[in-house]
C-alpha cells in the first residue's frame, strides 16, 4: 500500500488572511514572523502523487511516507508572505464597493497568545460592553449591530484557536524520502521534465506577488 502526505500551496486560512489584508479589513496577526510555513504549489504536489505511483508501479506491497514540503528544503516565512502581500497591494490596491482604493499598511504582529488577547480585550470586548450599555440606554436601538459585532469577535477568537498550533510552531518537516524519490525521477530526463516537483528552485516572492496573490485576487475577491 502507498500512502502519501501532502500540502496544497499556503493553507487556506493564509488565503482568507491575505484576503482580509488585501481587503484593509486585517490590520494585526497573532504569530511569530519567523515562522515557517510548508508550503508547495499544488502542481508540483501533484507531480509528487503521480511520481510515486510511477515509483512503486512494480511492488505488489510497500509502504512509504512523501512528505511534500518546502521547510527544510526552502523555507517561507510569514513575514515573507507579509512583505509580499504588503507590496502587492501597495502596487495593486484593492478597490472597494464604493471605487475607492483601499490602502494597506504593514500588519502588525501579535507575538504571544498573551499579547493577542490583550489587544482583543482592548480594542474589540471593552468597546462592545460600552456599546452595549449605550443600546440598553436607547432602548436596544442598536440590537443588530452589537449581534453582529460580537459574531465578529466570536468568530476570530475562535479562528486564531483553532489554528494556535500552527501560528507559534518552530516544527520543520523531514523529507528525505520525498528527495530520494526526485532523485530517482532525475535518472530519466523525461520524466524530470513531467514530474517536476523541487521546491528548492521556488523563488518564494515571485510566486507569492505573481502568482499565488494574483491568482486570488483574479478567482476568489
Known amino acids: 500500500m502507498e500512502r502519501y502526505l501532502d500540502k496544497d500551496k499556503l493553507t487556506p486560512w493564509g488565503d482568507i488572511l491575505i484576503a482580509g489584508y488585501g481587503k484593509g479589513r486585517l490590520k494585526c496577526f497573532p504569530g511569530d514572523p519567523e515562522i515557517v510555513h510548508d508550503a508547495v504549489p499544488a502542481d508540483m504536489v501533484v507531480n509528487a502523487m503521480l511520481a ?59 507575538k504571544s497568545m498573551a499579547s493577542f488577547h490583550r489587544h482583543i480585550t482592548l480594542h474589540y470586548l471593552l468597546p462592545l460592553h460600552l456599546f452595549k450599555l449605550v443600546n440598553i440606554i436607547c432602548c436596544r436601538a442598536f440590537d443588530g449591530i452589537c449581534k453582529n459585532f460580537e459574531r465578529m469577535i466570536n468568530m476570530i477568537q475562535r479562528v486564531v484557536k483553532l489554528n494556535e498550533p500552527y501560528l507559534f510552531s518552530k516544527s520543520l518537516f523531514d523529507d528525505t524520502n520525498t528527495e530520494n524519490l526526485r532523485n530517482a525521477v532525475q535518472g530519466s530526463e523525461n520524466d524530470l521534465n513531467i514530474f517536476f516537483f523541487d521546491p528548492r528552485i521556488i523563488d518564494w516572492e515571485d510566486y507569492i506577488v505573481h502568482t499565488h496573490i494574483s491568482g486570488l485576487v483574479k478567482y476568489e475577491f
Open 52 to 110: 510515486t505511483i510511477v515509483a512503486h508501479a512494480n511492488q505488489t506491497s510497500s509502504e512509504t511516507i512523501y512528505h511534500v514540503g518546502s521547510s527544510v528544503t526552502n523555507p517561507l516565512n510569514f513575514d515573507t508572505v507579509q512583505k509580499c502581500a504588503y507590496m502587492y497591494f501597495t502596487q495593486n490596491p484593492w478597490t472597494d464597493n464604493n471605487g475607492k482604493h483601499v490602502t494597506v499598511k504593514e500588519l502588525t504582529m501579535l
